[in-house]
């Protein structure tokens, strides 16, 4: 992993202002002993298998639906229309959906396909092929600080996300700073406030109300100052619409910019897997604002598919990075499309 | 939209259906297809979207198709008054107990907007003179507490919080402050949770039978997909949810989930979020919801404006008139506000779907009209019914109370009489088809 090259020979420097226990924990025992809210689940499970298992639950359903509606059948119009809705009640789209249908004709065609079961396979493939528009790995320069910022709608999982990801990256031996830039909503600050003690990290932030972008400023000169590998930005929720928030956003990320001596390594922009086709809308006016340079799928845990990301990375041409699949510190992973296609179908 | 303009699609499709009489099995199938992907697209679930399209279908072949509709507006017609009475009746509220605290739950997804609707919520029962109270049940989310204390302390409603203790214990506290301080309405902030999370559904179970809500509100975010059918789903079979919330209309997203969660749990959906302002929160209008989700809103207008504005009587009347070459300036000015009810009329032109194409890019000057509309109101009655007697100082008088140049007004009588001498022709013996083709310049122009 990029990150653990990055960091991971990195001397340790003792830092009297990090808050919060060491770094020298197991991610398990971090979990456990660090922890201020109540678990939810049982922390038995190892981090692998817990993983897997956040993952499976988007896996659910998906491989068994496309199992027993294609084994056995031959490839006809029914098929092909069966797979159709499948596809639709994964929020792909319908513009999506018939691209990916014309391909698996096309395939069907050219490959002499007759049995079912050889198109899910065609299908996965498919998928895949449409969500490799770039490099899915989190880019984090050799430029200290990389700078993060994390944009989206309101309610699609920034400030957990952030929260998250900065103990990831602490745990990969990386000195991390947050911004909270998110001034507006109620107790958002907190909320980040509250991530970045139980994370052990340290955050800068004003007073709710003040400038976004005055944030970002001191938040960038702190993590310059005190010589920090990462700052990642919080920013505040905005629905893509709002032309003035979307004009904050660009502020911010001017100011960013005009500090650093090279451009915003990421800007991810956070996506709820349970949104259907405003996605679309989203994915394209925030990047019209900012250059949005990966995506994180949030929620991945529940019964929803986030299909509609197939669109997106096509319509953008920005990749999903990071997937979110549960509500635990080290449920964050890393977006393997291949991995993701075949888990979507098998 | 990777469709582009659904109204115009539509027109694509309907251009060889210019049938008239009653709508055929090809007519119908042919703009279904159109609305069926216009659902899909809006988020509706593609079930929800199949059993909605065989009810249109059945209820749509063999009706008659309206005199001044074409088969594909009448089948969007159709379509509009089915989604809307699915959507349910207007303005459902909540109940309230007959002994207070009325107990109202919201529950929901992360991020759907709870801790905000219930804040919004307790701001508008207030200012409908209740005295609610906010409980702070989310003990999950890093600061949620916190965040509803804050938008407790900006709306001036009371909020109740016990920090991160069992949420049944913080029901029952909430309930108990309640009655003491004479809260009328309790609001109940839960933690938003997946509905397969069992050991979290399980506790809003617990938390439902220690509260005994009298209002279930399943909080549901505008923007959601396909999955919104199973959240609703599961949330009404686990917990019996009275109503639903939709957040975040404010946004672009045309809310397909709405129609998604009534057809599936049968619930009404109560208020819409539309702000992130603390007023931001409406009744819950479906005719408005079912044009936003089908996202023909101008088709819809003008059917709807077409049927409503134009008074028929008045139209018979007036086409009597210009066949006995009676027509006045007053008729004319009439025929004028009639145009001018329907809407902006460069609008109201692109709402035509004959017209839509051939008018597209023409600009259709309005302030013309509003000043042929002033010269007429600056004559007096007895000019209007016989502009013969406008001489040179009338016209003056006219010019400068409309506030145009006299050419002006010469120009406007000078249409207005070349317009009756034609009409005269025509009463006079003209061929049917020739009156019909003045008639349809003249309305068009008025």
Same mark, same amino acid.
């Given at each position: 992993m990029v990150l653990k090259r990055l960091f991971g020979k990195k001397e340790k420097t003792a830092d !009297?202002? @990090?808050?919060?226990?060491?770094?020298? $924990? =197991?991610w398990e025992s971090a979990a456990e002993q660090e922890s201020p809210e109540p678990e939810r689940e049982a922390d038995s499970l190892g981090l692998f298998q817990r993983l897997r298992a956040g993952l499976s639950k988007t896996r659910q359903g998906f491989v068994d639906k496309v199992e027993s509606l294609v084994s056995g059948r031959a490839v006809d119009e029914d098929l092909f229309e069966d797979l159709e809705d499948l596809l639709i009640q994964a929020d792909v789209g319908v513009d999506t959906t018939m691209k990916l249908m014309d391909g698996l004709r096309e395939r069907v065609r050219s490959e002499k396909i007759t049995e079912g079961s050889a198109l899910k396979t065609a299908l996965a493939d498919e998928v895949a092929r449409l969500l490799a @528009? /770039? /490099?899915?790995t989190l880019k984090i320069s050799e430029h200290r600080p990389s700078v993060i910022m994390v944009v989206g709608v309101n309610g699609s999982g920034k400030t957990t996300t952030i929260g998250k990801l900065a103990y990831r990256l602490k745990q990969e031996g990386a000195k991390v700073i947050l911004g909270a830039g998110d001034t507006f909503r109620a107790a958002a600050i907190d909320q980040l406030e509250a991530w970045a003690e139980r994370v052990g990290v340290e955050i800068v932030s004003h007073s709710t109300g003040s400038d976004p972008a005055a944030v970002a400023y001191d938040a960038l000169a702190a993590a310059k100052a005190r010589n920090a590998d990462v700052l990642i930005l919080d920013t505040a929720g905005r629905l893509q619409t709002k032309t003035n928030l979307m004009k904050e956003l660009g502020k911010v990320h001017r100011v960013l910019e005009r500090e650093l001596d090279h451009s915003i390594d990421e800007i991810l922009l956070v996506l709820d !897997? =349970? =949104?259907? $086709?405003?996605a679309l809308s989203q994915a394209k006016i925030f990047s019209d604002s900012v250059p949005v340079t990966g995506i994180a799928l949030t929620k991945l845990d529940g019964t929803a598919k986030g299909g509609i990301v197939l669109a997106v990375t096509q319509e953008v041409k920005v990749p999903v990075k990071l997937i979110g699949v549960g509500e635990q510190y080290h449920d964050l992973q890393d977006f393997d499309a291949v991995e993701f296609a075949e888990a979507l179908f098998g | 939209m990777p469709f582009g303009n659904l109204s115009d699609r539509l027109q694509e499709t309907m251009k060889k259906l210019r049938g008239r009489g009653k709508l055929t099995e090809k007519d119908v199938t042919a703009a279904l297809r159109e609305v069926r992907l216009a659902l899909l697209e809006a988020d509706v679930n593609y079930k929800v979207v199949k059993d909605f399209i065989a009810r249109v279908k059945e209820r749509a072949v063999g009706s008659d198709v309206l005199d001044h509709l074409n088969p594909a507006q009448q089948v969007i017609k159709v379509v509009n008054e089915e989604l809307t009475n699915l959507m349910g009746g207007s303005q459902a509220k909540i109940s309230f107990a007959s002994r207070p605290p009325t107990v109202v739950m919201m529950v929901g997804l992360q991020g759907a907007g709870k801790t905000t609707a219930a804040a919004k919520l307790g701001k508008m029962l207030k200012s409908q003179g209740h005295r609610p109270l906010l409980a702070a049940a989310d003990i999950y989310r890093p600061a949620a507490i916190k965040q509803l204390q804050v938008l407790g302390e900006q709306t001036e409603v009371p909020v109740f919080s016990l920090g991160q203790e069992d949420p049944v214990r913080i029901a029952r506290e909430a309930l108990e402050h309640a009655d003491n301080h004479g809260n009328d309405v309790v609001l109940l902030d839960t933690a938003g949770r997946l509905h397969i999370d069992e050991t979290l559904m399980d506790e809003l179970v617990n938390v439902k039978a220690a509260a005994q809500p009298h209002e279930i509100l399943l909080v549901v975010d505008a923007m959601t997909g396909q999955d919104a059918v199973n959240v609703a789903e599961s949330f009404n079979e686990q917990l019996g949810i009275d109503g639903v919330v939709v957040t975040k209309l404010d946004g672009d997203a045309r809310g397909g989930a709405a129609l998604s969660v009534k057809a599936v749990t049968g619930k009404p959906i109560k208020y819409v979020g539309t702000s992130e302002k603390m007023d931001g929160l409406e009744a819950f209008h479906p005719d408005r919801m079912a044009n936003r989700i089908l996202g023909m809103g101008d088709m819809l207008s003008f059917i709807e404006k077409a049927e409503s504005t134009v008074d028929k009587e008045k139209a018979q009347e007036m086409a009597a008139k210009m066949q006995r070459a009676e027509f006045t300036l007053e008729d004319f000015k009439e025929q004028l506000q009639q145009v001018k009810n329907m809407g902006p009329l460069d609008q109201l032109m692109g709402l035509i779907p004959t017209m839509g194409k051939q008018l597209q890019g023409m600009e259709v000057d309005e302030s013309q009209l509003r000043r042929v509309e002033a010269i007429i109101d600056s004559m007096t009655p007895e000019e209007r019914r016989?502009?013969? &007697? &406008?001489?040179g100082s009338r016209r003056k008088r006219i010019a400068r109370g409309a506030g145009v140049r006299v050419q002006d007004v010469n120009r406007l009588l000078k249409q207005f009489n070349q317009t009756k001498q034609m009409m005269k022709q025509f009463a006079g013996g003209g061929s049917e088809k020739m009156k019909k083709k003045a008639k349809k310049r003249f309305s068009l122009f008025g």
């Open positions: !009297a202002e @990090v808050h919060g226990p060491e770094n020298k $924990q =197991t @528009v /770039d /490099d899915t !897997a =349970t =949104t259907g $086709q405003n | 016989s502009p013969a &007697i &406008i001489g």
